[in-house]
């Protein structure tokens, strides 16, 4: 009875002594920001920043010293000026801006980013806060991070269209053009999925979309050709009645084709370097996207014949078609992310190429024993040929299993689970 008595008593002492250091805390919140305030009013020279949350002082003096920055340029703070709390509120990370602060206060330092912070975020909040380009070259170098200047053209309109259609993010009219090829290879993107659904399309129509069977052409080409012409208005044209569909698709590739075609031209005029344009593969991918309307153009305007070689040709254009799908590339140009990935891929591609090479190791290991496992003259099941084996295991290895292949024997089974196993095992050691 005496111990529980104790208890409560000490449980409501506990109680009183938090209430009593909630209030002495929240007095001396109080007091601190009187007190920041009142040194704010003695003290005009300094000025009050608010980092979400975090407080940090800086002089006049000290922001005058950059006067382009966005602290050192009163009509730049302004905004973020808090008339309640005579602070300025910025809500930026509270972990980078030290350095920034630092930065300030002492000139002539270089600007050093915390071990934890990535490259890319403590880059942006140098841009966020202005800073001079100066103070990023000297970042850069501290970093081991070696600049090159750009080259770019001589004269000043060339250097500005070189500027605009290199350069996504130059300006509003670069924004434009960016937004109108993003669009435009969407459209494209999406004309060549469209495009080969069988309900969209009529097969008599002249066009390279029509699937006419090569095989068929040839055997029995008079009466095939005149099938396939019977609403064709003459030879090269389709009605617009009677093939709509292909008609704005064909439509649809001539625009972004154009489009395409102009914005690589551009590029290779005002490229100070012709050289240097030839050799990067992204400008070979535009050729590429390019191309196929050739042969589109060439078999629209193709005149039926009852030779084996116009179902070869007719074969080979629609196939040359297929080179359409690179566009999607085009893409990298204008996401970072995307070139991001590519990035990575370039420099683990010696990690990459050992994947690979352990992995058919490993099928022609498996496949083999496989083979042998599962070899039987009188029925000899699917495991029939070492290839064989080897594809059944380097699907068995990706955790794919189709169930084309089975094993039908209690070697072959124990084998395929430990080949099941080691895929699952290996897969969780790269990853």
């Known amino acids: ?125 140098i841009e966020f806060f202005q800073l001079s380009p100066q103070s990023v070259i000297d970042f850069f170098a501290y970093e081991g991070i070696r600049l090159v200047e750009e080259e770019q ?22 924004r434009a053009i960016m937004y109108c090829s993003l669009f435009c290879t969407g459209c494209f993107i999406l004309n060549i999925i469209l495009e080969s659904l069988p309900s969209l399309l ?16 040839s055997n029995n080409a008079t009466s095939n050709y005149t099938d396939v012409f019977a609403n064709s208005t003459s030879h090269g044209t389709f009605d617009t009645v009677t093939c709509p569909n292909e008609l704005a698709f064909f439509v649809i590739e001539t625009l972004c084709t154009s489009w395409f075609l102009f914005e690589l031209l551009a590029r290779f005029l005002v490229s100070p370097s012709k050289r240097k344009f030839l ?32 179902g070869r040709l007719y074969g080979f254009f629609r196939s040359m078609r297929l080179l359409r799908l690179v566009s999607i590339m085009k893409f990298q140009r204008y996401f970072g992310r995307i070139q991001m990935i590519f990035a990575i891929l370039r420099a683990t591609w010696i990690e990459l190429v050992m994947l690979c090479y352990f992995m058919v190791i490993n099928s022609v290991i498996f496949g083999t024993i496989m083979y042998v496992v599962e070899l039987n003259p009188e029925n000899p099941g699917d495991c029939n040929s070492i290839p064989r084996a080897m594809y059944w295991a380097f699907i068995t290895m990706l955790t794919i299993g189709y169930g084309d292949i089975i094993p039908a024997t209690a070697g072959g089974k124990l084998v395929a689970a430990g080949v099941a196993i080691l895929g699952i095992v290996f897969w969780t050691l790269v990853s």
Request: proline share 8%.
């Open 153 to 174: 053209p001589e004269k000043p309109f060339q250097r500005y269209i070189y500027l605009v259609l290199e350069h996504p993010r130059y300006n509003l009219l670069s």
């Open 1 to 125: 009875m005496k111990s529980n008595s104790q208890h409560r008593r000490y449980l409501v002492e506990l109680a009183a002594r938090k209430t009593v250091l909630d209030a002495a805390n929240a007095i001396r919140r109080v007091n601190t920001c009187h007190t920041g305030l009142l040194l704010m009013q003695m003290n005009r020279d300094d000025i009050h920043i608010c980092i979400n949350g975090a407080d940090f002082y800086l002089a006049l003096s000290d922001v005058n010293r950059h006067p382009n920055s966005l602290l050192g340029h009163p009509s730049k703070r302004a905004p973020y000026f808090n008339p309640t709390t005579g602070s300025y509120f910025f809500p930026r990370n509270q972990d980078i801006f030290p350095a920034i602060h630092h930065y300030y206060r002492y000139p002539k330092t270089i600007l050093k980013r915390p071990p934890f912070i990535t490259m890319q975020r403590f880059v942006e909040e």
């Open 279 to 310: 050799k990067t593969p992204m400008n070979w991918i535009d050729l590429i996207i390019i191309s196929p309307y050739i042969f589109t153009v060439i078999q629209f305007i193709s005149i039926p014949s009852e030779s084996d070689n116009y």
């Open 202 to 217: 009529n097969f008599s129509c002249n066009t390279a979309l029509s699937d006419v069977d090569p095989n068929a052409a």
